[in-house]
RNA sequence: GGCCCUAUCGUCUAAUGGUUAGGACAACGGGUUUUCAAUCCGUUAAUCGGGGUUCGAUUCCCCGUAGGGUCACCA
């Protein structure tokens, strides 16, 4: 029996290990978390594997890897796999006193059909009548309880004190009663969430698509990030802040402030808090962290010139909202730009032209002192001419034969990074072509 | 279909028995020394409908409507 003397509050996420750990269940282990956390409660990961067929120690491995990338520490485990003994002394109880009788094949639970009314923290009273679900089926047998029957047990002998679970479970809540008062247990709190949507409106399911937190990891989103955005779906502390750590999470929560109505799971703006959070990480360690998202190729390259990459890196930070992103785009640190001559030239201008501004530009870049160069120095440099033959005249050819592509970071910026040698020699490489 | 839950901009939401109904994402427009991002500024955009209660309802009540959940010897 768990020690509830020592602690007022005592939560748990108790999925059954049928499947990956999903997004819509990660808001149900998050509430349950930041509950317990700020009550200086317990938190409790309880593995439901009273499914046999279905239940894989895979699925489980997956949940408790993702709950730990996500920081969603669990205070204590429990497998009810391993708790066959204590629902068989529960079950014979309730036969004993003839609350439960065995039937052709199953156990079932002696329904007194009356009405259930139970106070829910999120919706308030809600009442039903248990008739139509008859003397419901605990158990398959003495040693294979089934899920309504192990919760009861199992949230009694945890000492949990507050069942926070998806409104799907509110229909299997009269149940759950009748099976405490059976049991002689005291009726814990209740708070139904409201689901998480797909954009269709209904539940979150695998046809939605992406779902497994390991995919969204294995794409580049942070842990914090999807904390904040998961934690404001369905809630909301009021106020206008929209960037929460899960620090702040834990002082700001209340279950009261949680909303009725579902909500769509929607990924722009997943995407606009995982931009949020990958521009407030050190670069150092974003660096680190978005080698692995790269070709080997280049990996190594980046490994051989931490300084360079770093560079990259910080002028790629602000650009990608998550980050796998990083592989789009910077081609051009790593390899030769590739691209047709009839791209130097900006909007209509001839290319003999471009080919002046191309040497202009080389020519000023090479009284430039040797060694590194900033952005603002290669911009003075060539500034003056610039603004005399027009920007787009000028700094669009400049960009293209660095990075061959229409859309990048402003010249200064990657001739900066790419050093005046190679800068030069870019630009002599266009001026060849034409 | 039975039972249950829900209803504010396209989306996530704030607020109140009396407000120009606020913020964020997205979209759109503009600034930010060429492009794309990032960033800044701005614009469009909502209380499901009908009855009550009330001096007044988006807010409280009822009825509709719509959406969702659930109806296993799964969890």
Do not use: C
């Amino acid at each position: 029996m768990a020690d509830t003397a020592k602690h007022k509050v005592v939560t748990r996420f108790a999925p059954s290990p049928t499947g990956l750990f999903h997004i819509g269940s990660v808001r149900t282990a998050l509430f349950n978390y930041l509950y317990a956390r700020q009550n200086e409660g317990k938190f409790i990961l309880r593995i439901e594997d009273t499914d046999k067929a279905r239940s894989k120690m895979e699925f489980e491995e997956d949940i408790k890897g993702g709950l730990k990338w996500l920081g969603l520490e669990s205070d204590e485990f429990y497998r009810q796999s391993e708790r066959t003994e204590i629902y068989k002394k529960y079950l014979q109880k309730l036969l004993d006193e003839g609350k439960a009788y065995l039937d052709d094949k199953a156990i079932r639970l002696k329904n007194p059909n009356k009405k259930v009314i139970f106070n829910d923290i999120i919706r308030g009273e809600i009442a039903m009548q248990t008739d139509d679900v008859g003397d419901f089926v605990i158990a398959k047998n003495l040693d294979e309880a089934l899920f309504h029957f192990t919760v009861v047990v199992d949230d009694f002998e945890m000492g949990v004190t507050h069942i926070i679970r998806g409104e799907d479970h509110i229909p299997n809540t009269p149940r759950h009663i009748l099976l405490q008062e059976a049991l002689g247990f005291n009726t814990p709190n209740y708070a139904h969430l409201p689901l998480i949507l797909g954009t269709d409106r209904s539940k979150l399911s695998k046809r939605h698509g992406a779902l497994s937190v390991n995919e969204y990891r294995a794409q580049g989103y942070l842990p914090e990030a999807i904390l904040n955005f998961i934690a404001f779906i369905g809630w909301n502390p009021g106020g206008e802040r929209e960037i929460f750590s899960k620090e702040d999470l834990v002082k700001e929560f209340s279950l009261e402030k949680i909303q009725k109505g579902g909500g769509i799971f929607n990924i722009e703006r997943l995407n606009w808090y995982n931009g949020q959070y990958i521009r407030k990480m050190d670069t150092g360690k974003l660096a680190e962290d978005l080698l692995t998202y790269m070709p080997e190729s280049w990996q190594s390259k980046a490994k051989e010139s931490s300084e360079y990459w770093k560079k990259i890196v910080s002028v790629e930070k602000d650009r990608i909202s998550k980050l796998s992103d990083i592989k789009d785009g910077i081609d051009y640190f790593f390899e030769e730009p590739e691209y047709n001559k009839e791209k130097l030239s900006w909007k209509g201008s001839s290319l003999d032209k471009t080919k002046q501004h191309l040497q202009a530009i080389v020519n000023m870049l090479k009284v430039l002192p040797e060694g590194e160069l900033s952005p603002e120095q290669i911009k003075q440099a060539v500034w003056d001419y610039v603004e005399k033959e027009g920007r787009g005249e000028v700094l669009w050819p400049f960009r293209l034969s660095l990075t061959g592509r229409d859309k990048s970071p402003d010249p200064f910026t990657v001739s900066s990074i790419l050093g005046k040698q190679k800068t030069i020699q870019r630009l002599e490489h266009a001026i060849a072509k034409i």
